[in-house]
């Protein structure tokens, strides 16, 4: 294990290079360098860094969102039905009455 370390037994090259070299991400990029053009946006458009960064940092704040946030919509909602419920029942009622 030990010997796993050694400076030799591991590629060291960082992730970026890794991202940039990826068909997938090379092609997702262009796509995207498209659509900014077809946008007219103007250069420089993000490389694959930027953009995985980018993407990165919104999934981590949709999961953070619903982490610290989410629990508690989800209660309000619930919430809510069970008065809409009541609501409903007491309309019902006083409809009965009116008829």
Known sequence: MVDALKKGDIDWTPLYKVIEESSTMQRGVLAFHG?????????PYPDAVQCVGTLAVAVATLI???????????????DLLQELAIAQE???ELEVQLA
């Open 35 to 43: 659509l900014l053009r077809t946008l007219n946006v103007p250069t």
């Open 64 to 78: 953070l969102y619903y982490l610290f946030f989410g629990k508690r919509h989800v209660k309000r909602r619930k």
């Open 90 to 92: 007491k309309l019902h």
